[in-house]
């Protein structure tokens, strides 16, 4: 099977992505340029029925895309850089903070000690 075909094949509307993500799970999203807006609006509006839900991510540039929405109360970041995005919300303790170096996150995943069970990341 060719990669094209491959692709089709796995391609899905974001609405039928986000019946995909487990109740009171963690997601990693990817960050900087690499914010999968689209994800992040649609795992917003769904936050309320996904429980308790942890979102890891390294930095999120701009402004938090869940403050001042009722996604807020679902959804609590875990920064492993903290910016501008989440910096109010961890210094208020409504956001956590796991200080890694760059190069040991993809060992916080692999070794089981912060467990994903979804990923949103932006390709191109």
Do not use: C
């Not at 491959?6 to 340029?33: C, E, F, K, Q």
């Not at 210094?91 to 040991?104: I, K, N, Q």
Request: aromatic share 4%.
């Amino acid at each position: 099977m060719s990669w094209l075909r491959t692709y089709h094949d796995r391609r899905t509307a974001v609405a039928a992505a986000m019946d995909l993500l487990p109740r009171n799970g963690r997601i990693y999203v990817s960050a900087n340029g690499a914010k999968p807006r689209t994800l992040l609006e649609a795992l917003s509006e769904r936050a309320p029925s996904l429980g308790r839900v942890e979102v890891v991510h390294a930095l999120l540039l701009g402004e938090d895309p869940f403050a001042g929405t009722p996604a807020s109360q679902h959804l609590r970041h875990n920064a492993l850089f903290v910016g501008s995005a989440d910096r109010q919300a961890v210094a208020e303790g409504r956001a956590d903070h796991t200080p890694v170096h760059l190069h040991d996150i993809p060992r916080l995943f692999t070794s089981g000690r912060l467990p994903l069970d979804a990923v949103m990341i932006q390709t191109s």
